[in-house]
């Protein structure tokens, strides 16, 4: 199965590939569906076609967003310019983008969009003789119904299903909730996220009296969708005849892709090379490492019936947070430019492909003028560390995540 890794920009998309992604999908800076991540400029789209082809990847361009007649033209120029660059495929949800594609650039793989909703064969095998490659189902379908879907397609036409991340409330994404209340059109990739403000309820004939709905100190989240982690049941997702397993995260930190699409390179590997029981054995481990990225509480989504519970999701939280990149490793000493404070006598933990190593924080130097400092907070600052072990530009440093611990009752 291929694991498929968000690349919101350029630093996400070097991460996805340095941490084991067979492909990335990622965005133009316009008819996208993610208005506000950074996005691709030509020139960094070129660059970054480079370094996925140059490691036997694929990208895959985002041209999901519901386009109007004026726009039409626009996004063709935009997927002509992006094929002949070399991108791999276009992920479309307009029907009359996707025939206006087809007539426009023949040459281009496209694939489904899960805003497209894809919910019964009917609709799968409708897209495949219009020439879809790729069909990325709908979030609402269970294994069973995939199953079904996947044998009555052909076998040419791949099936992409999402395995983590953040879930929208709204049917495949389809959400009229922001374009309502703030005037950002999710649809048209500006969803200022309403579904996570917390929300309080007024019955009609107590004007004023605000009600919580299983409120606590931080308020409900009524509407707020649970992520999505379906990595202990990677067997059922290729059971089930998914070729493609996506993780959510346009949105998300070059630090977040490295440690989800990690976890999920190493999940595959083991229940590919080493079998089920190998896979089975380090899902504790994973799942552990897992909990140290943002996230919020998770269940499996539609695939094995209804979400259980169906919402009420509660904010982002994390055991360890992202505290700093690694910039070079030199005679022992490690260069690290800052995200977050940490202090001597911290043990953070250096993120590289495949795992972690401990790093204990015995001394902190200014990489500039050598002072000797008891902790660093400014983000871009630039300090060093010793350092035993070897660690390279691309890795990540994580630390302790202090309000989780003081809201456990820790330190």
């Given at each position: 199965m291929e694991?498929?890794a968000?690349?919101?920009g350029p630093?996400q998309l070097?991460?996805?590939i340095r941490?084991?992604a067979?492909?990335?999908?990622g965005?133009?800076?316009?008819?996208?569906?993610r208005?506000?991540?950074?996005?691709?400029?030509w020139?960094?789209?070129?660059?970054?076609?480079?370094?996925?082809?140059?490691?036997?990847?694929?990208?895959?361009?985002?041209l999901?967003?519901?386009p109007?007649?004026?726009?039409?033209d626009?996004?063709?120029e935009?997927?002509e310019?992006?094929?002949a660059?070399?991108?791999d495929?276009?992920?479309v949800?307009?029907?009359?983008?996707?025939?206006?594609?087809?007539e426009r650039v023949?040459g281009?793989?496209?694939?489904?969009?899960?805003?497209a909703?894809?919910?019964?064969a009917a609709?799968a095998?409708?897209f495949?003789k219009?020439?879809?490659?790729?069909?990325?189902?709908a979030?609402?379908?269970s294994l069973?119904r995939i199953?079904a879907i996947?044998?009555?397609?052909p076998e040419?036409?791949?099936?992409?299903?999402?395995?983590h991340?953040?879930m929208?409330?709204?049917?495949?994404?389809?959400?009229?909730?922001?374009?309502?209340?703030?005037?950002r059109?999710?649809?048209r990739g500006?969803c200022?996220?309403?579904?996570?403000?917390q929300?309080?309820v007024?019955?009609?004939?107590?004007?004023?009296?605000?009600?919580?709905?299983?409120?606590?100190e931080?308020?409900?989240?009524?509407?707020s969708?649970y992520d999505?982690n379906m990595?202990?049941?990677?067997p059922?997702?290729r059971?089930?005849?998914?070729?493609?397993?996506?993780i959510e995260g346009r949105?998300?930190?070059?630090?977040?892709?490295?440690?989800?699409?990690?976890?999920y390179r190493?999940?595959l590997?083991?229940?590919?090379?080493?079998g089920e029981?190998a896979?089975r054995?380090a899902?504790p481990?994973?799942?552990n490492?897992?909990?140290?990225?943002?996230?919020?509480a998770?269940?499996?989504?539609?695939?094995?019936?209804?979400p259980t519970?169906?919402?009420?999701?509660?904010?982002?939280?994390?055991?360890?947070?992202?505290?700093?990149?690694?910039?070079?490793?030199t005679?022992?000493?490690l260069?690290?430019?800052?995200k977050?404070r940490?202090?001597?006598g911290?043990?953070?933990e250096?993120v590289r492909p495949?795992?972690?190593d401990?790093l204990p924080i015995t001394e902190?130097?200014?990489?500039?003028?050598?002072?000797?400092?008891r902790?660093?907070?400014v983000?871009g600052h630039r300090?060093?560390?010793?350092?035993a072990?070897?660690?390279?530009?691309?890795?990540?440093v994580r630390?302790?995540?202090?309000n989780?611990?003081?809201?456990e009752g820790?330190?």
């Amino acid at each position: 199965m291929e694991l498929l890794a968000p690349a919101g920009g350029p630093a996400q998309l070097r991460s996805a590939i340095r941490f084991g992604a067979d492909a990335v999908y990622g965005g133009l800076r316009r008819f996208g569906l993610r208005a506000s991540a950074d996005n691709f400029g030509w020139d960094e789209l070129a660059e970054g076609l480079r370094v996925v082809h140059g490691a036997g990847k694929r990208f895959y361009l985002t041209l999901n967003i519901l386009p109007y007649d004026d726009e039409l033209d626009g996004l063709c120029e935009d997927a002509e310019r992006a094929y002949a660059l070399g991108v791999d495929g276009a992920i479309v949800a307009d029907l009359g983008a996707f025939c206006r594609l087809r007539e426009r650039v023949p040459g281009l793989a496209l694939h489904v969009s899960t805003q497209a909703n894809v919910m019964n064969a009917a609709a799968a095998q409708l897209f495949a003789k219009m020439g879809a490659r790729r069909i990325v189902l709908a979030r609402e379908l269970s294994l069973q119904r995939i199953w079904a879907i996947r044998r009555e397609l052909p076998e040419e036409v791949a099936l992409e299903a999402f395995v983590h991340g953040a879930m929208c409330m709204a049917y495949s994404g389809r959400c009229m909730l922001s374009d309502h209340l703030t005037g950002r059109g999710g649809n048209r990739g500006a969803c200022a996220q309403p579904c996570r403000w917390q929300y309080h309820v007024v019955e009609e004939k107590r004007p004023g009296e605000v009600i919580g709905v299983e409120a606590d100190e931080r308020g409900t989240s009524l509407f707020s969708a649970y992520d999505l982690n379906m990595l202990d049941h990677l067997p059922e997702l290729r059971e089930a005849g998914i070729s493609s397993l996506k993780i959510e995260g346009r949105m998300k930190t070059a630090f977040y892709v490295a440690a989800v699409t990690s976890c999920y390179r190493q999940a595959l590997d083991l229940l590919e090379k080493e079998g089920e029981a190998a896979y089975r054995a380090a899902l504790p481990a994973l799942q552990n490492e897992l909990r140290k990225v943002s996230h919020r509480a998770s269940n499996t989504g539609f695939y094995f019936g209804r979400p259980t519970p169906e919402s009420g999701a509660e904010g982002v939280t994390q055991t360890m947070e992202y505290t700093a990149d690694v910039e070079g490793w030199t005679d022992g000493l490690l260069t690290l430019r800052v995200k977050n404070r940490f202090y001597v006598g911290d043990v953070l933990e250096i993120v590289r492909p495949g795992g972690f190593d401990r790093l204990p924080i015995t001394e902190i130097r200014d990489a500039e003028t050598g002072e000797l400092l008891r902790t660093v907070s400014v983000a871009g600052h630039r300090v060093t560390v010793p350092c035993a072990s070897l660690a390279e530009p691309g890795d990540f440093v994580r630390g302790p995540n202090r309000n989780h611990q003081s809201k456990e009752g820790g330190a």
